[in-house]
C-alpha cells in the first residue's frame, strides 16, 4: 500500500500463481464473470490463468456469453452454465448474473471475476443486482453486498488503483500481481 492513497498496488507485489489458485480452489464452488469480448486484454489474461485451476474437482459455474465465459466453459466443460431467459433484454441479463451470485453464496463459494472496464459510476455493494450497464461489476457489487467472497483481477491497462467508487472498493484488498494484472480479494 503506498501512504496516503488508499487501495493501491505497486509491482513487484507478486503472488504466484499457486497461491492464488490455492485460495480460489479452497472454496467447495467457484462462480466466474467477465468480460464479453474475446480479444480484451484481460480475456487473454483469464486464458493464461485458468489453467492453473485445472485440478479442481468442485463446482463450477458461469454465465452464456462470449470472452470470459467462454473460456470458462472450454476449461470446465462440466459448468453449471447460467443463461439469459427470453425476452432478451437488459433486465434478462441482470437476472442471469443475480442466479449466479446467488448459486456461489448458497454454494459458500467464491465470484472471480475479469472487468475489462472500470467500474461506473453508481455500482456499489448491494443486496440487490445493479450494474449499470456492467455485469461483472454488478456481480461483484452484488457479491459483497450479500456476504460472497469475491477475487477481482485488474488488468495493468485498467491501472493499479481498484477501478471502483470508495463505496466498493473498501472491501478489498491486494493480495498479487500476475497476468499483466492486479489481483484484489474482498474482505
Same mark, same amino acid.
Given at each position: 500500500m503506498v501512504p496516503g492513497i488508499? =487501495?493501491?498496488?505497486?509491482p513487484p507485489c507478486y503472488n504466484s500463481v499457486n497461491r492464488l489458485s490455492a485460495i480460489i480452489v479452497s472454496f467447495p464452488a467457484i462462480g466466474f464473470s467477465g468480460s464479453r469480448h474475446p480479444q480484451s486484454l484481460v480475456s487473454y489474461s483469464a486464458s493464461k490463468f485458468l489453467p492453473s485451476l485445472k485440478s479442481y474437482s468442485g463446482n463450477v459455474g458461469v454465465g452464456c456469453a462470449k470472452g470470459v465465459d467462454h473460456l470458462v466453459r472450454i476449461q470446465f466443460p462440466n459448468a453449471k452454465v447460467f443463461t439469459v431467459q427470453p425476452p432478451? =433484454?437488459?433486465k434478462a441479463f441482470a437476472l442471469r448474473s443475480t442466479r449466479l451470485v446467488s448459486w456461489v453464496s448458497s454454494s459458500s463459494g467464491i465470484l472471480v471475476a475479469f472487468p475489462s472496464v472500470a467500474c461506473p459510476r453508481g455500482v456499489t455493494p448491494s443486496k440487490l443486482f445493479h450494474g449499470m450497464g456492467s455485469g461483472t461489476w454488478g456481480s461483484v457489487a452484488l457479491a459483497v453486498g450479500i456476504g460472497v467472497t469475491a477475487m477481482v483481477f485488474i488488468h495493468t491497462s485498467l491501472g493499479s488503483v481498484f477501478p471502483a467508487s470508495q463505496a466498493l472498493s473498501c472491501h478489498f484488498k491486494p493480495i498479487g500481481f500476475n497476468y499483466s494484472g492486479y489481483w484484489w480479494l474482498s474482505v
Open positions: 488508499k =487501495n493501491t498496488m505497486q432478451v =433484454n437488459r
